[in-house]
C-alpha cells in the first residue's frame, strides 16, 4: 500500500476492545474506569477519523483510499472476499458523524445512565454498536457491510431490549429484530444476485463494470436495487417495514439519539448511495425508492401530529425524515440525501438528548399532556431544543433549512412526478413545523400542568452535548449544497441540476419555509393561544383523529393478516408436527421396540433353575444335531448348495 | 463280542435318564443322584472307547470325573443337610430363595 497509513482497522477496533474489556469484566470493575473505558474507545476513533480527515484535506491522500487485512476472509475459486475497507469522502462523512456524534451522546449517557442498573452493561453495548457501525460504514465489499448490517441489528436488539425486565421492552426488541431479519433476507438475496451477476462484491469492481457496460440497464440490475431497497426499508424504517422504530423507543433515549436517530437508521440511505452505480442503471427502482420515501415522510408525519410520547413524536418524525433522504436517494440526488442525513444526526441526535433531559429532568416522565412550562426550569435543554425545532422545522439558516431544501429542489427538477413528489414533501415540511412546535409548546411553555413534578435541570455531563449539538444543528447547514455536494461527488455522482435556476431555487425555498411558518403559527394557535382547542377539534372530527392515534392501526393489521397466520403454522409444525409427530413419534417407537424385546426375552431369564437346565439341555441337543448331521448332503438333495468352507476351515 | 453301538446306546439311554430327573424331580436327593447319573453314562462312554480303540487316555478320564463326582458328593451332600436343617424340607421349589 502506497500513501501515509490511514489505521482504518483501528477505528473500529477500539470501540471492539471496549466492548470486550467492559462486557467481561465492566461488572467487576470500578464504575469510575468502566466510564473511562466506554469514553476512550470512541474518543481514539474520533481521533483517527480527525488524523484521516486532515490527511485528506491537506491533500496528502489519494481518495478513494483501500486498506486490506491479510489473510484474505474468503477465497473460493475465483470468488475473493478480504476485509477491505475503503475510505473516501462518503465514508468519511459518514465516520465523522458516527464517531464524533457517538462519542458526544457516549459522554451525555455518562450523567444521563449515572444511577441505572447495569451501567457496565449499557457502555459495553454502546462500544459494540460503534464497532458493528464503523464497520458497516468502511466496508469495501457488500459482504464485510453485511456483517455491519446484522451487528448493528443486534446492538439495536440489545440497547431496545435494555430494560428486558419490562415485558414491553424485551417485546420491542425482539419486534426490531424480527421486521429488520425481513429487510436483511431483501440484502442477502441482492448479495446474491451481485455474486451471481458481477462475480465480486467488492463495490469498486461493481461500478467499473458498470461502468464498462454503458449500455446495461434495468433487468437484473432492477432486481438487485429492489433487494437492497428491501433490506434499506427495514434498518431505515420505511414503508412498509417501519413498524419497528417507534417501538424501539422503549430503549434507554441516548440510543434512541445514537441508533434510532442519527446512525444505525441512516445506514440504509448510505448504503443505497454506496451502491448509486447501480442504483442508477435502474430508473424503476429510482421511482420505487422516491415513492417509497415520500410516501412514508408523509404517513409518518400525520401520524405524529397527535402522538401524546414526547419519544414517540421523534420517533415518528425519524421516520418521517428518513423518507426525504429515500426521496432524495430515489431523485438521484445521493449527495443532498447524504446532507440531509448529517444536519438530521445533528438536529435529532440533539432533540433526542433534549428530550432525554427534560425526561430527566421530571423523573422519567414521557407524556407530553403532564409537561408545560419547562422554560424556566430547564434553560438550557430549553434554548437547545428550541434550536433543533427550528432546525428541524426547515427555517432559515438553521441546519435543516439547507438538507431539506436541497432535496425538494432536487425532486422539482425531476419531470412531472418529481413535481408530485415535490408538493407531498413542503406539505409533509409543514406537517413536521407544525408537530414539532406542537411539541415545543407543550413542553416548555404555557403553564406547568403537573404540579407534583419537581422538574430540575440536568448535569453539565448532559448539557455540554446538547450545547455543541445545538451550535451543529444551527450551522451544520451553512456549507450549502453545492460545495458539499461538490465534496461528494467524487464518491456518490453529481447533484442533478438539469433544468433548475436559482431564481427556481429561491422561489421554492421561500414556499418551503412560508409553509414551516403556517405550521408554526397553526400550532401557536391551537397550543399556545386557545390551549383549550385542539381537544374540541379532536372531537369534531374524531374519526380521522382516532385513525392517527391509532397510527392507521398498521400494527393490528400486521398482526391479523402476517404475524397472526406465520404463528399458527409456526406453532402447527413445532407443536403438532415436530414435537408430536416426529420427536414423540420417534421416541414412542424405540420405546415401544425396547418394552416389546423385553418382553419377549424376559420370558428366558424367568429365575426358574429347571428352565434353565432345560433351555441348556435344548441348546446342547441342537448343537449336536448340527454337528452330527450332514446337512451339506442333506441340502443338496434339495437343490440348495451351500459353501461351508468358510465354516468349517479352508483344510476340510 | 457285543457291539461297541450297544455299549454307546446304554450310554446315552443313561445320559438322558439324568437330564430328565434332573428336569421333573423336585426332590434335591433325586435331583443329586441324577446328576450322578448323567456324570456315569459319560464315564461309560469313555470306558467303551478306551477299550475299542487300546487307549489308556478315556480311563484316566474316568478317574478324574469319579474323583470330581465324589468331591461334588461330599460338597454337595453337607449343603443339602443344612438345608434340610434349615428349611426342613427338600422341594426345589420351595427354597428358591437365598434369603430365609
Redesign the interface.
Known sequence: MNGPLLFLPLIPLLPFAGFLLNGLFGSRLPKPLVTLIALLAPLGSLAIVVHDAYLYWSGALAVPAIEHSAPAWISAGTLHIDFGFVFDQLSLTMLLIITGVGFLIHIYSVGYMAHEEGYWRYFAYLNLFLFFMTVLVLAGNALLMFVGWEGVGLASYLLIGFYFKRTSAADAGKKAFVVNRIGDFGFLIGIFLLLANFGTLSFSEIATKLAANPGWQGGVLTCIALCLLLGATGKSAQLPLYVWLPDAMEGPTPVSALIHAATMVTAGVYMIARNHALFDRSPLALTVIAIVGTATALLAATIALVQTDIKRVLAYSTVSQLGYMFLGCGVAAYSAAVFHLMTHAFFKALLFLAAGSVIHGLGGEQDLRKMGGLRKKMPITFWTMTAAVFAIAGFFPFAGFFSKDAILYAAFLQGTNGKIFWAVGVFTALLTSFYMFRLWYLAFLGKPRSPELHPHESPWSMLGPLVILAALSVGGGWIGIEKFGGFLSPAVGPMPTKGGSSSLELTLSIAAVALAIVGWLIAHLLYFAKPEKPAQLAASVSGPYKLLLNKYWVDELYGAVIVKPILAVSRFLLEWLVEFAILGGLAWLLAGLAMLSGAILQKWQS????SY??WL?AGAAALLLFALVPWTSVLANFGIHLNLVHFYGAGR | MIPLSWYLLLSAALFALGIVGFLIRRNLITIFMSIELMLNGVNLSFVTFAHQWHLVKGQIFVFFVMVVAAAEAAVGLAIIISIFRARATLAVDRIDLMKL
Open positions: 429365575g426358574n433353575l429347571r437346565a432345560a439341555a
